[in-house]
Each structure stands twice: as structure tokens, then as C-alpha cells.
């Protein structure tokens, strides 16, 4: 069974920084595309971030050059480090991946077939 877990969430005033963690199970994901999301009360879930199989890395306009996403694929672990945070990064946020292999990604939640459970971000101001 693929498990994705996140970790690494919890309550930071505003300027400081978190990592999130995303472990995965049941599978290797070193071949797929990975991808965070949020979702704050009231909005839709957003794109934040993603890391394909190559590497390559995107961003939301929003974290751009506050967020960086990176991966282990030794660990089977895709993280994100969050600095500069500020009250509108608030939201829980979800790491998903690509079921297919070698595929680039889009921002859309509908293209991720696995999700985790999510992880709640809190910034104080």
C-alpha cells in the first residue's frame, strides 16, 4: 500500500522558517514527480511547489525565492523548507505524487494520484 506522510508543520511566527518533510511507502518515488499543496479555511487547495524525476523545480509566484523543494531519493523523502514565512502561508499543506513514471507534472491536484494526510502550518504575526 503507498503511504504518504507528511511531517514537519506546527506554529512559527511570522519571519521564521519550517521544513516539511514528505515520506514515502510501499513504493519508490524516485522516478515520479512530487508535488506540495495547501489549502487554507475557505479556499481552494493551491499549488505551492514540485520536483520532477529529473530534478527540476517550480514554484508558486507566492514562495517563489522563500521556498525551496528538494528531494532523497535514497530516503524516498521529498522536503520543503519554508523560510520567510508569513500569516498568508498558513494552511495545511499536502504532498502528492505521480502514479506514471518519467512525467513532468502540472500544478493541478487533479494530476497527483497519491496524497498524504497533510501537515498544519501556523504564522503567527
Known amino acids: 500500500q503507498v503511504q504518504l506522510v507528511e511531517s514537519g508543520g506546527g506554529l512559527v511566527q511570522a519571519g521564521g522558517s519550517l521544513r516539511l518533510s514528505c515520506a514515502a511507502s510501499?513504493?519508490?518515488?524516485?522516478?515520479?514527480?512530487v508535488a506540495w499543496f495547501r489549502q487554507a479555511p475557505g479556499k481552494e487547495r493551491e499549488f505551492v511547489s514540485k520536483?520532477?524525476?529529473?530534478?527540476?523545480?517550480y514554484y508558486a509566484d507566492s514562495v517563489k525565492g522563500r521556498f525551496t523543494i528538494s528531494r532523497d531519493n535514497v530516503k524516498n523523502t521529498v522536503y520543503l523548507q519554508m523560510n520567510s514565512l508569513n500569516p498568508e502561508d498558513s494552511a495545511v499543506y499536502y504532498c502528492?505524487?505521480?502514479?506514471?513514471?518519467?512525467?513532468?507534472?502540472?500544478?493541478?491536484?487533479?494530476?497527483?494520484?497519491?496524497w498524504g494526510q497533510g501537515t498544519q502550518v501556523t504564522v503567527s504575526s
Open positions: 510501499g513504493r519508490t518515488f524516485s522516478t515520479n514527480t
Open positions: 502528492a505524487a505521480e502514479r506514471s513514471s518519467y512525467v513532468t507534472g502540472t500544478m493541478s491536484p487533479g494530476s497527483y494520484d497519491y
Open positions: 520536483i520532477n524525476w529529473n530534478f527540476n523545480t
